[in-house]
């Protein structure tokens, strides 16, 4: 019998706020559809989320990190299956991302697009946004990740993780594993229902109510946020020619919730009125995500099951990073 091996998989999410659709589109759901395909690290990565001076009201971010460790769970992860952890437990990320930081060019950092784009939005630049995927290369590669579930807005970040380990197997010897992304095929660039040109986040829903979809939002909430999505002038829905990108954005997010292709969504939707058609995307996502709310909701009130899960993942987790960075400073004759 050819049994075949478990993908070695790590993911994480920053608890810079509430988690929306596209978070839930782009990692969440595939973290939870290929579970049983995967040997899955899931993290909360709050110290990524140190980089966002908003983020780090104390007693809030503290919430945070429960938060999403409650959401991973809501949404389907089963700790039995996948390890779950909150990214500061667990040192040796620290540790190795100050070590692959010495050797990762700056120029290969001033590329990054996330780095320009939300430098651009903040008064003071801490050295730590720009070393972010350092420290994202860190957290994949200590765990000999060979797929990382991920949004289409990740990709350049998994691509410079992979010339980072490249670069150090070259200088000192194989001791990481290439990762891979993975990307889904349909929903990996969600957009702001406020504006379709640009992608759903968490830092754009903090300042626009109308900006996003929340996993776990009341459904009148989601009612009324995609009654308010921006669509285009025209009356009625039509898949002749070029759709406009809050169409296309509203039709992918129904693609994803209900599983319809596009055939199905013609037949549907083809010289319906917007009413309408908003009003079935609505219905779709609320049936989708109201068993997730109310899971939540109950997981919240019984922290200290999280805490339990988040403990167990990172004892887990600590040990295989323990042995990653050994091999590291074996390699690098710094193990004293
Ligand atoms: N719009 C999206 N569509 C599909 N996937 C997405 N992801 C994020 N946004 C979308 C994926 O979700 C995972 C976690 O990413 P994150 O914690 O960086 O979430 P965010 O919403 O992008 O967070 P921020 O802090 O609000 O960032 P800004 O506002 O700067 O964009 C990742 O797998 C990501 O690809």
């Known amino acids: 019998m050819n049994i075949q091996a478990k993908k070695k998989v790590f993911s ?9 659709l596209g978070n839930y589109i782009g990692a969440l759901s595939v973290w939870v559809k290929e579970q049983d395909n995967f040997d899955g690290i899931y993290c909360v990565v709050d110290l990524h ?6 983020a780090i009201e104390p007693k809030v971010f503290h ?4 938060e999403t460790v409650a959401m991973y769970l809501a949404c389907g992860i089963d700790p039995n299956k996948s390890t779950i952890f909150i990214q500061s437990q667990v040192r040796e990320h620290t540790e190795l991302a100050w070590i692959l930081t010495c050797m990762t060019p700056m120029g290969w950092l001033e590329r990054m697009t996330q780095f320009k784009s939300k430098s651009g939005k903040q008064e003071t630049v801490g050295t730590g946004l720009f ?7 860190a957290d994949i590669l200590l765990y000999d990740t060979e797929v990382v579930p991920v949004g289409e807005d990740q990709k350049q970040h998994i691509e410079i993780t992979r010339d980072i380990a490249q670069r150090f197997n070259q200088m000192f010897g194989e001791v990481f594993v290439l990762p891979e992304a993975m990307i ?10 406020d504006d379709p040109e640009s992608k759903m986040s968490k830092s754009s829903a903090v300042k626009n109510a109308k900006h996003a979809i929340g996993v776990v939002d009341e459904p009148k909430k989601i009612i009324k946020a ?21 169409v296309k954005n509203l039709l992918t997010i129904h693609h994803v919730m209900t599983g319809w292709d596009e055939a199905q969504q013609r037949a549907h939707f083809e010289g319906k ?9 609505a219905d779709a996502v609320v049936e989708r995500l109201s068993p997730i709310r109310e899971e939540y909701t109950r997981l919240l009130d019984d922290r200290a099951h999280l805490q339990a899960i988040a403990r167990m993942g990172a004892e887990k987790a600590g040990a295989q990073a323990e042995a990653k960075v050994k091999a590291v400073k074996d390699a690098l004759k710094i193990n004293f």
Do not use: C
Request: aromatic letters at 10%; proline letters at 8%.
């Open 226 to 246: 995609i009654k308010a999505a921006k669509t285009d002038s025209a009356s009625e829905v039509s898949f002749e020619g070029e759709m406009s990108p809050g």
């Open 273 to 281: 009125g917007y009413g309408f058609f908003k009003s079935e995307i």
């Open 63 to 66: 919430e945070k990190n429960w």
């Open 12 to 20: 994480g999410v920053q608890p810079t706020g509430s988690l929306h």
């Open 184 to 193: 889904p095929k349909a929903g990996a660039r969600i957009m702001g229902l």
């Open 49 to 54: 989320a140190l980089t966002i001076p908003e």
């Open 131 to 137: 070393t972010y995927p350092v420290l994202q290369a």
